[in-house]
């Protein structure tokens, strides 16, 4: 159904509200404020097939401007906002956006841009405006409220989170058809019983591929999102109280963030709105789903994709917990587990996960690091490692570049992860391999304490004894270090870069 018709048939209904003040955008304040910024991209000589670029927290306009993008047959890039100066000006120079918007809370990060951004046009800034800058609230309030009469489909062009390395844009082509005409909602009702009346919670930054792209179609299916500025774990609890909330998606963090509030706060809040909860971005640990499934209830709901929207994986529940530490089974592509030459492995090995037939993408202005996610075949693949049973149930190994070579053995740090995670003192881990001399590399272990009081050698002993009981010696570190706060991307992925190379930098080697 076409924005405009939502709005007239609910022009009061809220399409979605920021958690924490309360602010509320109607969906009759969607579709004139989109309708306005969509006027103002096509003054500025924008057309279908251009670029823009969103440097922004989870702002009250985030969602109006994407939406103003989608209509106007535009490419979006969110960046992250955690970002610094060097790594936006990469981002926006790469994908070639035409205007930049931000907001005066990055000024810090914007201001030194200013000269050494190529290809933009204009620079326009929420909240005020720094030297260099228009105010794109005023620049909105001069167009009109009717819709541009070009209407076509734009999409999101997002960069990875770049924990291997620089960022990579993935790029596809804009889809054909007319906006509004494609029923936006149509997986969200058929895997997650979304409704007319559905409340869908995102609790993680806006400018994230799922998060975006789950958000975007609740609000063009006509139901109501609840956006939180920043995740807190009691503040997301609350939230699904206070906003009646049906639908959510969560990473497995902050399932163990909200696991490990004191009883007391954590079950004061009444979820039983909750019909569903999705999660995806990185493994969950076995024990940990455990427990939000005994909860929460069979609500719980995984997947498996990314950016590059070349396979969907999902899994519900009561097939979890038929096949524990599952991903679920390809919904939209074949999969193919091979191994370093290319050969399919037999049910139960390891190798490279490829996707066959799920959709087709690149990597934008790289043509090595598309040619290396693509198979002889054609199939692609993200880059992780993993496995099929017996029944097609594909299970999550870790990320190939995050491999650690002991005495020529391979080992895959995620599995050692997940075990030190459930300690009880434990609240975040990394694992990755350190030089050493014999070996090449051994296993390491940061830990991000429950209490920075128990940090120390006491705390190492007893983690890696932990590790020894309940996995292969092989796989447990021989060495622990602390870190008051892990480099963890909000999203839920770890910047493990950032961290192995503070002990490779003496070897002239990282990753």
């Known amino acids: 159904m076409h924005l405009s018709q939502i709005a007239r048939q609910n022009p009061d209904k809220p399409a979605y509200i920021m958690a924490a003040s309360g602010q509320t955008v109607t969906y009759e304040g969607l579709e004139a404020g989109s309708n306005q910024l969509a ?6 000589g924008l057309r279908r ?103 076509s489909i734009g999409t999101s062009m997002l960069y990875s989170s770049g924990t291997t390395g620089r960022p990579k844009g993935v790029y596809r082509q804009l889809p054909e058809g007319v906006w509004g005409e494609e029923d936006a909602g149509a997986m969200f009702r058929a895997l997650y ?69 004191d009883d007391a706060e954590r079950l004061k809040y009444d979820v039983s709105s909750l019909v569903c909860a999705i999660h995806a971005a990185a493994p969950c640990p076995v024990p940990i789903k455990e427990q939000m499934i005994e909860w929460w209830g069979p609500i719980i709901y995984e997947y498996y994709a990314g950016s590059e929207g070349n396979g969907f994986v999902a899994i519900n529940s009561e097939e979890w917990l038929a096949h524990k530490g599952s991903v679920g089974r390809g919904l939209t592509a074949v999969l193919h587990i091979c191994d370093d030459a290319g050969d399919e492995v037999p049910v139960g ?7 066959e037939g799920g959709g087709d993408f690149e990597y934008h202005n790289d043509a090595e690091k598309t040619a290396e996610s693509r198979h002889p075949l054609g199939w692609s693949t993200l880059g992780d490692v993993g496995y ?7 299970y999550l190994t870790d990320r190939k570049s995050f491999m650690i070579i002991s005495g020529g053995v391979n080992i895959y740090p995620q599995e050692t992860e997940n075990l030190l995670v459930t300690h009880p003192k434990v609240m975040d881990v990394a694992v990755f391999g350190v030089p050493n001399e014999e070996f090449g590399e051994e296993v390491k272990a940061v830990v991000q304490p429950k209490s920075w009081s128990d940090a120390g050698p006491e705390l190492a002993a007893e983690l890696m004894e932990f590790c020894r009981e309940h996995i292969s010696h092989i796989k447990c570190p021989r060495s622990v270090d602390f870190e008051q706060e892990l480099p963890r991307h909000p999203t839920g992925k770890l910047y493990k870069r950032l961290l192995k190379d503070r002990y490779w930098a003496d070897q002239g080697k990282s990753i």
């Open 193 to 261: 019983q979304a409704q007319e009346d559905s409340i869908y919670l995102t609790p993680a930054p806006l400018y994230h591929a799922a998060p975006l792209t789950f958000t975007m179609a609740f609000l063009l299916g006509g139901m109501t999102c609840v956006v939180m500025e920043h995740f807190e774990a009691s503040a997301a609890l609350s939230a699904i109280e206070t906003y009646g909330v049906t639908h959510s998606q969560w990473v497995p963090t902050m399932f163990i963030r909200m696991l490990k509030l």
């Open 349 to 355: 090995q390891s190798g490279t996960i490829y996707f």
């Open 388 to 394: 099929l049973d017996e029944e097609g149930f594909l």
């Open 39 to 44: 006027q103002l991209f096509r003054s500025l």
């Open 49 to 151: 097939g251009d670029h823009i670029a969103i440097l922004l927290e989870n702002h009250a306009l985030f969602l109006q401007i994407c939406v103003a993008a989608q209509r106007a047959g535009i490419y979006y890039t969110a960046i992250s906002y955690r970002l610094q100066s060097d790594e936006v000006e990469y981002i926006v120079n790469d994908c070639g956006a035409r205007v930049f918007i931000t907001s005066i809370d990055r000024r810090a990060v914007v201001e030194p841009l200013i000269d050494r951004l190529e290809n933009l046009d204009r620079f326009f800034m929420l909240d005020g405006v720094v030297a260099g800058f228009e105010s794109l609230e005023a620049a909105m309030d001069a167009q009109s409220t009717e819709m541009i009469e070009d209407e």
